[in-house]
């Protein structure tokens, strides 16, 4: 057998869950706090995993590199969060979902991982709720939902524009009560630089201090990771500046397989890009698609001029504007999957219709000048006023878009200095989120045995594009309602284990490791610093293991990618000491993993030679430019198997994905 | 106090963009860069702080540090940066403060004492009047970034607490453990050494999520109320 046993439980797909469950192994309440759990991260999955084990009774020791648990990333998630309660009456079920989510992932994951994922959905929302999150709600006091792209019914859960952070700070909150209650010790200001293993097992981690550069042992029976996506190999992207693939990467060096490490979620609407000193992008919402109209001039000459600061969009008569979404996707409209949305932004700036005046004219409009013409009459009707003026429908539309949408409109004005409710907004697709990760089980577990990951961080659900409002899901689903299951069934054979020691020869190598590299870097007394291999780095990958990718980009960027990490090595200049706060260290470490993760991701393009949600090769694509997969040849997770520092030897294998429940076809949006 | 001299701003860069622009100079100059707290770049993970000008998040309201832009600033201007001013955070580096405190009033009482089994009840089996949801998220939508305490001249903390405390206690998911968890919480606000309100207001005005003084008043009532009938 592979190694690639995937785990799936016997039976039907609905009842695979509950009888897993059954069947899981168990430890006594009396055994549990003999056994000591890391956490490595505490966005939703690291935060709500850590939360629930500690309240089981393990020994939790929780890790973040932030100042606080409540910073991780999953804060600024904005639109919502999916769950299939079906409460608008409108046809969402379990198995809406299921479909919904391996239809919008281009029939690229694992069916009964996404199944479970449904069925423990309204269960997550329970939870929520349970916990104070104040989701918004109708005036009757019942909860409101709104739409996501990618489906037909409204289904998404949301706080305004800050639902991951009221979904973070609900798991925060359960994390601190558990850290209250001494049953987590959490550790802010720590970085994990590589996970140890003792016969086969992960069995700890080395984690750095960041506030004194103290290098530090702990162990435990099992380590789970929530150390998120990888989006910032792009060094431009949606993430957060600290959020990096370390804790990841290192598992991989030890052994754990990285899969899908080529499928990469590019944001449709995000602010444009302004100037070369831009450290970071930002994401206006998908959920403004519900309400905001895609466009670009129907002629060049009109997009030029604009360009040119000759004609203001608002000038632009009706009948001169494309809504080029509306046009190709008639079905779906504005709200298609984010990989579809994306792509025909670009198709329409590289055709030259690009809208924002900036190096590479990239950006198009998204408009609320009709949703609040529409809102501000049904507004004036709602107040008995059936033949408003223009002025009073305008004044009631906004009045309506500012409470649906408010903060993201401040944040869009206050970064661009133009005002949305008068103007269009300027959007552009921006790298968001990473599909690929560490290849698991069906129990989360990793190809090391006791190393489990969740969220983000693992690759199991989202298959080639995740729908919007689906990676909160997910990362509740799997720290509150998979890993306490799972990891428990793991821990069930290690209660005769006893302490695990630090002082053993494998802690002893993989100290020593770290603190060589942290010495060559900070002795090594090049000329360039780590933020221009980072800006380089990111440049080859999104020209080239960006949004359209070709058999000669990747080689290309495969050969590039490696000498500029040599180049690297040999000429970065690191100030400071290794015993001190020192942010360039930190990011000399990350951007280390991410020059040899950047080479995997181009190898993983390479080989995939199909276009599937959001990987596109230019080479197979039908005339209207819509992706063509190969399901014969390429239905396949690919696991890579890292063999040595030359990332061209990394091995491939193969999951075979089985369609037991779901007919597989061509995804169709029109 | 140490002076650095910039050129070639853009007004489209951010703040902390134009301390990243400061750092790759000093690193050129082979000095030491500066250290900073931040994090997302997009206002909502609270991490960065920075006191601009005398003001926290510097000259511009309703926005953190990262969300401040270059624009707001004249060419030539000396721009005046300090860490938060607070005893109950100290400085780690540079502009780098230990906020930990907060964490722990927190870990105090800032939770609903539920498992995490999803095996509560249907969500929406207790019906929350809209006014009184949207008030609780407005409490809610505090980041915990400090400036309150940073702007506060006695170093007080009451208007993250008290944004804490009125979340819970809007919501009838918070009500049941309600008199416990305001008086833990103030209890540790007071033993991290945080000062008292005075009823200023500054903390208003500069907190960048527009937390009203609202909730300091219902915290206010939350302990009186509960210090007065609490049978534990």
């Known amino acids: ?670 | 106090m140490e002076t650095y001299k910039l050129d070639h701003v853009s007004t489209d860069s951010s703040f902390l963009e134009m301390l990243d622009q400061l750092n790759e100079q000093l690193i050129n100059e082979r000095k030491e860069p500066i250290a900073f707290d931040h994090d997302c770049r997009e206002g909502i993970c609270g991490m960065c702080s920075l006191y601009i000008n005398g003001r926290a998040h510097g000259p511009d309201t309703g926005i953190t540090t990262c969300q401040l832009h270059m624009r707001m600033f004249k060419d030539g201007d000396t721009i005046y940066v300090e860490p938060w001013r607070s005893a109950a955070f100290p400085v780690i580096k540079d502009l780098v403060v230990d906020r930990s405190a907060f964490d722990r009033i927190q870990q105090a009482g800032g939770f609903v004492s539920v498992n995490t089994s999803g095996r509560t009840i249907d969500a929406n089996s207790i019906p929350v009047p809209k006014t009184d949801a949207d008030k609780a998220f407005e409490a809610a939508a505090c980041i915990g970034c400090g400036a309150c305490v940073a702007t506060c001249k006695n170093g007080s903390a009451m208007l993250f607490v008290g944004a804490k405390v009125s979340q819970y206690a809007l919501l009838p998911q918070g009500k049941v453990e309600a008199k416990n968890r305001v008086l833990n919480m103030v209890r540790q606000m007071d033993e991290e050494g945080f000062g008292n309100c005075t009823n200023t207001g500054a903390c208003e005005i500069e907190c960048p999520k527009g937390i009203s003084l609202e909730n300091i008043a219902r915290m206010n009532r939350e302990f009186l109320t509960a210090a007065l009938s609490n049978e534990d």
């Open chain 1, 1 to 670: 057998m592979s190694i690639l046993d995937s785990k799936i439980p016997e039976g039907p797909i609905a009842e695979k869950w509950t009888n897993h469950k059954n069947r899981l192994k168990l430890v006594a309440p009396n055994n549990r706090p003999k056994i000591d759990v890391i956490v490595v991260g505490t966005g939703l999955a690291g935060a709500s995993a850590a939360a629930s084990l500690g309240e089981m009774g393990y020994n939790v020791k929780a890790f973040c590199f932030q100042d606080s648990p409540r910073r991780a990333h999953s804060i600024a998630a904005q639109g919502g969060i999916n769950a299939a309660k079906n409460y608008q009456n409108d046809g969402d079920s379990i198995y809406r979902l299921f479909y919904d989510t391996i239809k919008g992932g281009d029939y690229r994951a694992r069916e009964a991982n996404v199944y479970r994922l449904a069925e423990v959905s309204g269960n997550i929302i329970d939870q929520c709720v349970a916990q104070g999150v104040p989701f918004a709600r109708e005036y009757g006091g019942m909860l409101d939902n709104r739409s996501f792209g990618g489906v037909q019914v409204q289904r998404t859960f949301y706080a305004a524009g800050q639902t991951g952070q009221q979904l973070l700070l609900g798991a925060y909150s359960a994390l601190s009560r558990q850290i209250g209650l001494g049953r987590v010790q959490m550790l802010n200001r720590h970085e994990m630089l590589d996970l140890v293993l003792v016969d086969g097992k992960a069995r700890g981690i080395i984690a750095r201090n960041l506030v004194n550069g103290e290098i530090e042992r702990h162990s435990a029976h099992a380590v789970v990771l929530a150390s998120g996506g990888y989006g910032n190999v792009y060094f431009l992207s949606t993430n957060a500046m600290g959020s990096n693939v370390t804790a990841a990467w290192k598992a991989h060096k030890k052994g754990a397989y990285f899969a899908n490490p080529c499928y990469v979620q590019i944001h449709p609407t995000c602010i444009p890009v302004h100037g070369t000193n831009q450290s970071k992008l930002t994401l206006m919402s998908e959920s403004l698609r519900n309400s905001g109209r895609i466009w670009v001039p129907k002629k060049k000459e009109d997009a030029e001029a604009i360009r040119a600061g000759q004609l203001k969009p608002t000038q632009i008569a009706e009948e001169d504007r494309d809504y080029y979404l509306e046009r190709r996707y008639p079905a779906f409209g504005n709200l298609v999957p984010r990989d579809v949305a994306s792509r025909a932004a670009k198709e329409r700036c590289d055709a030259g219709f690009g809208i924002e005046a900036n190096d590479t004219n990239e950006g198009v409009y998204l408009d609320f000048a009709s949703e609040i013409k529409a809102k501000g009459k049904q507004a004036a009707f709602a107040q008995g006023d059936h033949d408003p003026s223009e002025e009073k429908t305008i004044e009631l539309g906004k009045k309506w878009v500012e409470e649906k949408y408010g903060n993201l409109f401040q944040m869009y004005e206050k970064i661009t200095d133009e005002n949305p409710y008068e103007t269009p907004m300027k959007i552009y697709p921006a790298v968001h989120y990473t599909m690929g990760g560490l290849w698991v089980d069906y129990n989360l577990q990793s190809t090391i045995p006791g190393c489990f990951v969740a969220g983000e961080a693992n690759f199991s659900d989202h298959g080639a594009n995740r729908l919007g409002a689906s990676a909160l899901m997910q990362g509740l689903a799997d720290g509150y309602f998979v890993i306490p299951y799972t990891v428990s069934n793991y821990l069930a054979d290690e209660i005769r284990t006893g302490k695990i020691p630090t002082d053993s020869p494998e802690f002893d190598e993989a100290e020593k490791k770290v603190k060589d590299l942290i010495q060559k870097f900070l002795t090594n007394n090049g000329s360039k610093s780590v933020d221009h291999f980072h800006k380089k780095l990111g440049l080859i990958m999104w020209n080239k293991v960006g949004m359209a990718r070709s058999e000669q980009g990747l080689n290309e960027a495969i050969q590039e990618i490696s000498a500029l990490r040599d180049e690297f090595y040999k000429d970065v200049y690191v100030p400071g000491n290794a015993d001190e706060l020192n942010p360039e260290l930190e990011k000399a470490l990350r951007v280390a993993d991410f020059l040899e993760l950047g080479q995997l991701m181009a190898r993983d393009a390479l080989q995939r030679k199909e276009s599937c949600g959001g990987h596109f090769r230019e080479e197979y694509q039908d005339a209207e430019g819509e992706t063509l997969r190969d399901d014969e040849n390429f239905k396949f997770a690919a696991a890579w198997e890292y063999k040595g520092m030359d990332i061209n030897q990394s091995e491939l294998h193969k999951e075979d994905l089985k369609y037991e429940y779901i007919k597989i076809a061509a995804r169709n949006y029109k």
